[in-house]
């Protein structure tokens, strides 16, 4: 709902999993009265039987030509084209939290030159995956990941990475979002989306939306009801405060 994708687009999850992101895509597309049969979806995954799932998940969704590949994102892209990183219009995941191990040896000579904002601590990953994502979004692009909350104040190699984010002013939105809502972690995330092309309105500025105190409970774990997702969309869209829930900080105020 936050990205918005529509018809033609090109779109990639590069820790997709099971595939679940980019299908949604598919039906936001078809939801808004577009054709899915026009995007083009690409995903990466590590896990091989993970993958396997995503390919034949692809096939029952009707989703014939995505292109799926099989291996680690950071440590091997494969969504590469003549050479080249493959750019997309539209990057969306839900990296593991906090990865160890993520590949700090291979990102210090990165061949595709991903990690110009700095590199990550060695175990913790999150900032590396971003940095793919950025790296891979072409000029208008525009991406939305599932962080958890960490990356929004540890400090050292990873302040300086959001710094650099802000200094081009890439973050549109930081959406905090209630605990428990993901299989496998309790903990709670947030959502960030990043644009290369900020609407003229929103440069130098990042909405962030306190969306945590409003889901319902469930036994295993909770959820975002329908009514959730309208508000927390209804107000990035707006881009303007709401008492107790979101705020407009320019990049001045964030610096200080």
Same mark, same amino acid.
């Given at each position: 709902?936050?990205?918005?994708?529509?018809?033609?687009?090109?779109?990639?999850?590069?820790?997709?999993?099971?595939?679940?992101?980019?299908?949604?895509?598919?039906?936001?597309?078809?939801?808004?009265?577009?054709?899915?049969?026009?995007?083009?979806?690409?995903?990466?995954?590590?896990?091989?039987?993970?993958?396997?799932?995503?390919?034949?998940?692809?096939?029952?969704?009707?989703?014939?030509?995505?292109?799926?590949?099989?291996?680690?994102?950071?440590?091997?892209?494969?969504?590469?084209?003549?050479?080249?990183?493959?750019?997309?219009?539209?990057?969306?995941?839900?990296?593991? $939290?906090?990865? =160890?191990?993520?590949?700090?040896? *291979?990102?210090?000579?990165?061949?595709?030159?991903?990690? %110009?904002? @700095? #590199? &990550?601590?060695?175990?913790?990953?999150?900032?590396?995956?971003?940095?793919?994502?950025?790296?891979?979004?072409?000029?208008?692009?525009?991406?939305?990941?599932?962080?958890?909350?960490?990356?929004?104040?540890?400090?050292?190699?990873?302040?300086?990475?959001?710094?650099? $984010?802000?200094? =081009?002013?890439?973050?549109?939105? *930081?959406?905090?979002?209630?605990?428990?809502?993901?299989? %496998?972690? @309790? #903990? &709670?995330?947030?959502?960030?989306?990043?644009?290369?092309?900020?609407?003229?309105?929103?440069?130098?500025?990042?909405?962030?939306?306190?969306?945590?105190?409003?889901?319902?409970?469930?036994?295993?774990?909770?959820?975002?009801?329908?009514?959730?997702?309208?508000?927390?969309?209804?107000?990035?869209?707006?881009?303007?405060? *709401?008492?107790?829930?979101?705020?407009?900080?320019?990049?001045?105020?964030?610096?200080?």
């Amino acid at each position: 709902e936050l990205l918005e994708p529509t018809e033609r687009m090109r779109i990639c999850d590069p820790t997709v999993g099971s595939g679940g992101m980019l299908i949604e895509c598919a039906h936001h597309v078809e939801r808004t009265g577009g054709n899915p049969k026009n995007l083009s979806l690409a995903g990466q995954e590590k896990n091989l039987g993970t993958w396997a799932i995503c390919k034949m998940n692809m096939l029952l969704h009707g989703i014939q030509d995505a292109r799926i590949e099989k291996g680690d994102t950071i440590r091997e892209p494969k969504l590469v084209q003549d050479g080249a990183l493959m750019v997309f219009d539209r990057v969306i995941a839900n990296p593991p $939290f906090s990865l =160890d191990e993520w590949g700090r040896d *291979v990102a210090e000579n990165d061949p595709w030159g991903r990690f %110009g904002y @700095g #590199i &990550p601590p060695k175990t913790k990953g999150d900032l590396a995956f971003v940095q793919h994502m950025v790296a891979v979004l072409n000029k208008h692009g525009k991406l939305g990941v599932v962080m958890p909350h960490g990356v929004l104040f540890r400090g050292s190699s990873e302040g300086e990475i959001r710094k650099g $984010f802000l200094k =081009d002013d890439l973050i549109e939105a *930081v959406i905090g979002l209630p605990t428990n809502l993901f299989y %496998g972690t @309790g #903990i &709670p995330a947030a959502v960030l989306v990043l644009n290369r092309s900020k609407a003229a309105a929103r440069r130098g500025k990042v909405i962030f939306v306190e969306a945590s105190r409003e889901f319902r409970e469930g036994s295993a774990q909770n959820y975002l009801r329908d009514e959730d997702v309208k508000k927390i969309v209804a107000t990035v869209q707006a881009f303007a405060d *709401v008492e107790r829930y979101a705020r407009v900080v320019p990049l001045e105020e964030i610096d200080k």
